[in-house]
């Protein structure tokens, strides 16, 4: 692969794009986890799954290329914004908010998959990642989501850090609610952002399974969220290399690292290998 990175175009817009996912992916995952909101990510990647297939319909009806991916983030951002607001309306059954949406998602997918007479293989590529499908403008969007994340996360840790440990107080300190807001719509973006390397089915693997790997290492949140990311760069860089040599799709072998990742760190804390400190899961 070391040779067709050289090579190839695509291939190097294929394993930059996975490096930022890596990156922002278990970044924005750690406070997903956190706060026990893991399936957030499920939720909003079958909406996105249908901004896909709206927009792999709409290119066949209008007779032009509509990039999906633009449709995607989209519907994903509108996801969002759905989820918090039924979060509001359900205020103590908030947990509602996500399988609702995620009923809308699919729905939405079956539907638009239906009028787009079926599957192509560039639908195939976004529900289980592809190396060949990323293009150069698809890298530069991923480029400008990851910066964003990461200016989120920069600005905001703070607050972020309030909310996920202490909602109460964030209440009472009046920034939870736009906190809320604005965390929910960077989640969507992550996943609009990952899912060209994942795939839509596994980007959610991608934004919990290394926090779960770190948290069995790890004894405070700031080391979770650093070996999070190491964790994820690792399951990417292999996963994509093992797709290029297996000539599979590359969401799968990711997934697959991951979990090889998560079962050594479990593994290690059976037999004895302790973290330094309190361990981070009961904060």
Known sequence: MIQALIDYDFIRYSFISGLIAGLIAPLIG????????????????????????????????????????????????????????????????QELAIPIIMSFGVALSV?????ADGFNQDLFGYLFGSISAVQFFDLILIAVIGIVVLIFIYLLYKEMFLVSFDEEY??????????????????????????????????????????????????SFKQLMVMSVVFGELAVIAGLFMSFHLDVSPGGTIVLVSLALL?????LDRIGVKRRGQPTEPV
Request: charged share 10%; proline share 2%.
């Open 30 to 93: 750690t406070f997903i986890v956190i706060r026990r909101l893991s399936l957030i990510a499920d939720a909003l990647s079958h909406v996105t799954l249908g901004g896909i297939t709206f927009g792999v319909y709409l290119s066949s009806l209008v007779g032009m290329t509509i990039n999906p991916l633009i449709t995607g983030i989209v519907f994903s951002v509108f996801g969002a914004l759905g989820i918090e607001r039924l979060r509001s309306v359900y205020k103590h059954y």
């Open 263 to 267: 079962a050594v760190t479990i593994i």
């Open 170 to 219: 964030a209440d009472v300190m009046n920034i939870s609610k736009w906190i809320h807001f604005l965390f929910i719509i960077v989640v969507a973006l992550v996943i609009s952002a990952s899912m060209r390397i994942v795939g839509i089915l596994l980007v959610s693997a991608l934004m919990t399974l290394p926090v779960a790997a770190a948290m069995r290492v790890t004894s």
């Open 111 to 115: 539907l638009f998959l239906s009028l």
